[in-house]
């Protein structure tokens, strides 16, 4: 009487019979992979669907620039528009679905362009705060008007001390200061020092990011 066969499969050349040792760790070891290999694929989903997210912030000309699908620019459109909690996590669930059908490059230009965002930022607001410490040392120090001078020689002179001599006039005495302070205020400021910010920040960085922060510190100075 012949032996049955024994039930398995075979192994870069090498039979491997079902229920045997080998056949239990071979079968462990690919069960591994594949709860792996689905930890890996949510991962990556949760990170699109993040970077979905950070597109919602991201800069109108910036956004334009990437030329995304029209199906995902609705898609983030309408999760703009949506307040409710659940509402806008379904719709973000959405939009993170259609960024796992981007090219790999599409995927990469969002990244790019919102680091670029983000570097942006971070250099206006240095030239934020370069512009506010010049505007205070030119209203109090009288030789940081030449340093100006010489380092933006293409200021308008008189305009600037002008505006120097004003902001000065305008400032409140120490007791106003003090009353603004104890009342958890800060003291208001006169046009000539946001004018004086304006003209600073202009030459610093430019006149539009200028005019922008002026109406920055305007609203500051009604507050």
Do not use: C
Request: charged letters at 35%.
């Amino acid at each position: 009487m012949s032996r049955k066969p024994k039930k398995g499969y075979f192994v870069k050349g090498q039979f491997v019979a079902e229920g045997s040792e080998l056949d239990l760790q071979l079968k462990a070891e690919l069960k591994g992979t594949q709860d792996a290999s689905r930890t890996e694929l949510k991962r990556e989903s949760d990170e699109l669907q993040d970077l979905g997210k950070d597109l919602l912030t991201l800069r109108s000309d910036l956004f334009n620039r990437l030329g995304l699908p029209d199906k995902l620019a609705d898609a983030l459109a309408e999760a703009k528009r949506i307040t409710n909690f659940e509402g806008k996590r379904r719709q973000m669930q959405f939009v993170g679905k259609l960024m796992r059908k981007l090219e790999p490059e599409v995927v990469q230009a969002v990244r790019d362009a919102l680091d670029e965002q983000r570097s942006g930022s971070a250099k206006e607001k240095l030239a934020l705060h370069q512009a506010e410490q010049w505007r205070d040392r030119l209203i109090a120090e009288d030789g940081a008007q030449a340093e100006w001078i010489a380092q933006y020689p293409g200021t308008d002179i008189q305009q600037l001390r002008a505006l120097i001599r004003q902001a000065r006039k305008d400032a409140p005495g120490a007791h106003a200061a003090a009353i603004a302070e104890s009342q958890g205020q800060a003291p208001r400021k006169g046009r000539a020092y946001r004018e004086l910010f304006a003209l600073v920040r202009a030459q610093i960085s430019g006149p539009a990011d200028a005019e922008n922060d002026a109406d920055l510190e305007a609203e500051d100075g009604n507050e």
